[in-house]
């Protein structure tokens, strides 16, 4: 069995708008890609999310998804509230 990464592509728009987001915050941090990890002989396959840290809390970004998932995949919120998240846990 081997497993097969690619990367995948941040959309242009997300990436615009998280970048504007925190430099409005004046925050440093890196956006880091996600990967489709594919399972050979397979039709098994796992997008894994794009992945933003900040003060120690992950944000889990998928392309063409309105939410941002907090740590794991069971909390979510809007990406329109992540400005008022990012401040409260400031």
């Given at each position: 069995m081997q497993i097969i990464k690619e990367k995948l592509e941040i959309d242009e728009t997300l990436?615009?708008?998280i970048n504007n987001l925190l430099k409005f915050l004046?925050?440093?941090s890196k956006l880091t890609n996600g990967?489709?990890?594919n399972i050979s002989k397979t039709n098994l396959?796992?997008?894994e999310p794009h992945k933003l840290i900040i003060n120690g809390t992950t944000y889990l970004f998928f392309n063409n998804c309105?939410?941002?998932y907090i740590n794991n995949l069971e909390q979510s919120i809007l990406l329109n509230e992540l400005e008022k998240h990012i401040r409260e846990i400031k």
């Open positions: 990436n615009k708008r004046n925050i440093k990967n489709i990890i396959a796992y997008i309105k939410n941002v």
